[in-house]
C-alpha cells in the first residue's frame, strides 16, 4: 500500500495550493482520510479529516475556513485545497489513511492512522 502526495511547492502569503495524495495497493473508499503537517523542529499535527464518504469533515482551528478537504473515491485520492496561505503554513504535509471508518476525535491523533505518505513540502513566503 502506497501514499503519494503531490502539489507542494513554493507559493506567497495570501496565495494557494492544491495537495493532492493518490492511493495504491487498495481501495480508501471506505475509510477515513486525513492531512497532517510537520513545520521545522515542531511535532506533526493535525489538519483535516474527512469520512469515508467525503460528507463529514474535520479542520484545524488554524486553518478552519481556508483549507479544504475532499475524495474522490473513483480515484481513490483526497485532496487538500489551500487558500489565504501564511508562512506559519510552511511545513511539511502528509496525507494518512485508516482502516477504521469511525468519524470522532480521535482521527485529530497520529496514532488512529494506519498509512501515511512520504509528505509534500509547502513553503510561503512573506
Known amino acids: 500500500v502506497q501514499l503519494q502526495a503531490s502539489g507542494g511547492g513554493l507559493v506567497q502569503a495570501g496565495g494557494s495550493l492544491r495537495l493532492s495524495c493518490a492511493a495504491s495497493?487498495?481501495?480508501?473508499?471506505?475509510?477515513?482520510m486525513g492531512w497532517f503537517r510537520q513545520a521545522p523542529g515542531k511535532e506533526r499535527e493535525f489538519v483535516a479529516a474527512?469520512?469515508?464518504?467525503?460528507?463529514?469533515?474535520r479542520y484545524a482551528e488554524s486553518v478552519k475556513g481556508r483549507f479544504t478537504i475532499s475524495r474522490d473515491n473513483a480515484k481513490n485520492t483526497e485532496y487538500l485545497q489551500m487558500s489565504s496561505l501564511k508562512p506559519d503554513d510552511t511545513a511539511v504535509y502528509y496525507c494518512?489513511?485508516?482502516?477504521?471508518?469511525?468519524?470522532?476525535?480521535?482521527?485529530?491523533?497520529?496514532?488512529?492512522?494506519?498509512?501515511w505518505g512520504h509528505g509534500t513540502l509547502v513553503t510561503v513566503s512573506s
Open positions: 494518512a489513511a485508516s482502516r477504521g471508518t469511525a468519524f470522532n476525535q480521535a482521527l485529530e491523533v497520529t496514532g488512529w492512522y494506519d498509512y
Open positions: 474527512i469520512n469515508w464518504s467525503g460528507g463529514s469533515t
Open positions: 495497493g487498495r481501495s480508501f473508499s471506505g475509510n477515513t
